[in-house]
């Protein structure tokens, strides 16, 4: 249960991010088309940081301490824009714009992310 509420307070960040930040975007042709893509997109997201943030920050350790951890804003655009071109490769309507729109969209995406995590807690957080 907690990996659906997770996965969908994604989806609802994503949406929101791609409400905020231009050069994020889903062209969905129906609401039915945005809503799938937004949770496919979501679970690409998840994904991507579970497999790859890990390792990018053994392997990164040192700049994160050289540059007092502004460096995982850096790393987390990069995983925003390795989720747009999976998206891509599956086709699916979804395009970030180059990287600085991934850079907000990452930023803004961990920030509501947080805000529906601070709302709407995680059932397996309490135990």
Do not use: H
Not at 102 to 117: D, E, Q
């Amino acid at each position: 249960m907690g990996f659906l509420i997770r996965l969908a307070a994604t989806a609802i960040a994503l949406w929101i991010t791609t409400l905020i930040v231009p050069g994020v975007e889903v062209t969905g042709r129906t609401g039915y088309d945005t809503a799938f893509t937004l949770l496919i997109v979501a679970l690409i997201f998840g994904l991507v940081n579970a497999v790859l943030k890990p390792v990018i920050k053994v392997v990164g350790c040192v700049f994160y301490l050289l540059t007092l951890g502004l460096f995982a804003l850096v790393v987390n655009a990069l995983l925003f824009l390795l989720t747009d071109r999976i998206a891509r490769a599956l086709e699916l309507p979804f395009q970030v714009d180059g990287f600085w729109a991934a850079f907000w969209g990452a930023i803004v995406m961990a920030v509501v992310t947080w805000l529906i995590s601070v709302a709407v807690p995680d059932p397996a957080d309490r135990r």
